[in-house]
């Protein structure tokens, strides 16, 4: 009888990973990462490109942008979060990776993507531990705040695809299965655009009172999670990890801004910097005379496209688009965008089931 029962167990193993590799057999798990974006689609995404021209563009400075997160997975007696640890730097990339994953079916803007505010006062309220995210100079970005509508001709093409999309805004928000969500993502990568701009609030601040400070960002290149340009802080301890000035800096800018009911107290003990002159050249839309990409869309405007790349792979971890002036001054022989990713010895298995990662 025990023998029968081990027996019916092993059948019932065997069962079961025949079917996971049937599963994975119709490639509805795979990454894209081993596409390019077709030249079928060559057509409807030029058409595509030159409609949304106007909202092309890309930064003249190094822009800094926030992201509050949950760390309830430490004990605050007995703090564990380093700058730029890991937990925090994987779950940059695995949410920036899942807007390109075709077989999850999430909804909102690009799916479960990884947001990120204009100044650190504004969405406080959703989470205890903080990033800071340099969008570096010449980083090319998609401007949605002031939506674009399609004209029908587009529209007819899109439909001819599956796509019922009416304006940018609305393929955003269709489910990572939809013909949308994969149009649009296509887009952004030919592109090369490395983070989405869209309509959300934001702090205020005598040193930012343009109405263009409001907005948000979703941040579409994974290279984006490298210790380069993402540093993930704690705010409630102070590691001798040699980040202090930036803390500081941090802290002054956030006590610049309008304080609510939800604001948290960053690092008592630190002292404060981060000038007005640092708020208007740095953080976005609040200089907008001086940085026309700061400025609103002008829809009736014409503009010149940049070269779309219809050989562009479909980021994974070791397959990067390039983001902005700085991010090829590393060794020639290593690739230049890989980042943390190939520098991680091992990947916790959790991540590596969400990311389908080899």
Avoid at 206 to 226: K, R
Avoid at 298 to 326: E, H
Wanted: net charge negative; proline share 6%.
């Amino acid at each position: 009888m025990k023998m029968f029962h081990v027996l019916l167990i092993f059948l019932q193993v065997a069962l079961n990973g025949t079917q996971a590799r049937a599963g994975d057999s119709d490639g509805s798990s795979d990454y894209l990462s081993a596409q390019v974006v077709g030249k079928s689609q060559e057509q409807l995404l030029r058409k595509l490109a030159e409609e949304l021209s106007p909202a092309i563009k890309e930064f003249s400075r190094d822009v800094y942008v926030y992201h509050w997160g949950d760390c309830d997975y430490q004990n605050k007696n007995t703090p564990a979060f380093d700058a730029n640890d890991e937990f925090a730097l994987e779950s940059v990339q695995r949410l920036i990776l899942w807007t390109y994953r075709k077989d999850k079916n999430q909804g909102g803007n690009m799916g479960t993507s990884y947001y990120a505010s204009t100044d650190p006062v504004a969405t406080q309220h959703y989470g205890d531990c903080l990033t800071e995210t340099r969008l570096p100079r010449k980083a090319r970005f998609l401007d949605d705040r002031r939506h674009i509508l399609f004209s029908q001709e587009l529209r007819a093409q899109l439909q001819s695809a599956g796509c019922y999309a009416y304006a940018l805004t609305s393929m955003f928000t269709t489910q990572n299965s939809d013909p949308c969500h994969q149009i649009v993502t296509s887009l952004l990568l030919v592109l090369r655009i490395s983070a989405v701009a869209y309509p959300y609030g934001a702090a205020h601040s005598g040193s930012c009172e343009a109405a263009e400070h409001q907005g948000a960002f979703i941040l579409v290149n994974p290279t984006l999670a490298d210790q380069k340009y993402t540093k993930a802080f704690s705010v409630f301890h102070v590691p001798n990890d040699g980040q202090n000035e930036t803390r500081s800096r941090i802290k002054g800018v956030a006590e610049s801004f309008t304080r609510s009911w939800f604001d948290t107290l960053l690092w008592p003990d630190l002292p404060t910097s981060g000038s007005e002159e640092w708020i208007k050249d740095h953080l976005f839309g609040c200089n907008p005379d001086k940085y026309p990409e700061d400025k609103h869309v002008d829809p009736k405007a014409t503009k010149a496209l940049p070269d779309l790349d219809f050989a562009a792979k479909i980021p994974t971890w070791g397959v990067l688009p390039p983001i902005g002036d700085d991010c090829c001054n590393t060794i020639e022989s290593s690739q230049p965008q890989d980042g943390i990713i190939r520098g991680r010895a091992a990947v916790d298995p959790v991540i590596q089931a969400l990311l389908n990662s080899p």
